[in-house]
């Protein structure tokens, strides 16, 4: 809030308070108008808590140094794309470093900020404030969850001077990117290693935390930072029931769109056939059709049987191993004796089977998509995809949970393809990477 004879950028007048209002976003910006204007003005909107010098003793390699080297240039705001295991944490303890005054760092999920505080304890040696699980602790170094600083930002939004947003993609969906909005921050850092969204909201960034101002892929690190890799995909045969019944279920779905012209083209466009189907019946009916027919291509029993190939070919790999759906993880679970990780998983149990599978015990884990980001497991060499969607985003993140280097480790993705289904075209779309897969048919591992 603006009080004073002076109109300044970003802001609007509130007939109910008689002053203007601006978004807390545009707090930096207003401050350095009124500077550059030569206005005397009073600051009453900071409120942070007392802070430390916080330094701390990690070393950049030459690529984290330019990262952390182009967002100072940017004016300490901005985006760093990096691949998993390349070391975003590292780039953002120098940015904390180097702007040495309160910080909030927002991930998604309990599981990071747990790893977040811990690591945070360990270089900077103070007290870390934690919002999100039952915990609501300010400091001067502090971490949230997503859902915590969004519903609190009304009451955090003026204690910080650096915001870090971990994992940014998350930031511009509906709710979330009010904590960029409502937050005073001056400085504002993302992370990411898959900036770009499915639907069209990753454009929003530029303007909430700044645009991106480093990027690499896993392929420029690969070898010397991170694990060798290589992709396959294996096409399977649906048996002669499970291919019958696929195009039975599919073909409602394509009548549907054929008779009544729907062009599902982009997800703008299959949005708004979802929405179309809650006052359709025969839409609804041709969607669940649809889901029907991939179910089945997801689900195929020619799957399992190469994903047994895979499990018996390659013994001395740690596997983590992708479904979509629930009800695949608890297939695979019976069928193999594999523990597995849903969102139904307590927290005590998943912890337990992550170090199971660290230490040995646990030479494989079956997962839908709790683990596709923010796990840090170096000792999985071997991912498989037994279903997914065509979200690039989702792809890189499987990717990512193999990269983290080990000596003599070399990482390979695996997925697994319902030949002649629709699965074939999500396969293509998720996978834009340079690196070309290796395809093999009906289960049949290249060595």
Known sequence: MIRGEVRVPYAVWDERVKAFRAQALYYKEIIEYLDRSRLPFRDYTQDSPPCPDLICSVHLRGYQQRALDAWSEAGKRGVVVLPTGAGKTIVALKSIELVNQPVIIVVPTLDLVEQWRSRLEKEFGVEVGVYGGGENNLRAVTVSTYDSAYLRAGELGNKFNLIVFDEIHHLPAEGYRQIAEMFTAPYRLGLTATLEREDTLHTEIPRLVGGVVYRLRSEDLAGKYLSEYSLQRITVELTDDEKAEYERHYKVFTDYLNS???????????????????????ARQALLARNRAL?????????????????????????LIFTQHNQLVYRISKRFLLPYITYTTAKEERHEILERFKNGRFRAVVTSKVLDEGIDLPEASLGVI????????????????????????????????????????????????????????SGQVNK
Not at 266 to 279: D, E, G, K, L, N
């Open 260 to 282: 009544h012209n729907v062009r599902l083209n982009s997800p703008v466009a299959f949005q708004r056939f979802i929405m179309r189907t809650a006052r359709d019946r025969d």
């Open 386 to 441: 037994v279903s997914g969607t065509g979200s690039s985003r989702e792809f890189i993140q499987r990717l990512g949970r193999l990269l983290r280097k080990s000596e003599g480790k070399r990482a390979k993705l695996i997925e697994l393809v319902s030949k002649e289904t629709t699965e074939t075209r999500t396969s293509m779309r998720r996978k834009r990477s340079p690196v070309e897969a290796t395809e093999t048919q």
């Open 295 to 319: 179910n089945i291509a997801f689900n195929s029993e020619a799957k399992i049987k190469a994903l047994e190939e895979i499990l018996r070919s390659n013994p001395k790999d740690r596997v």
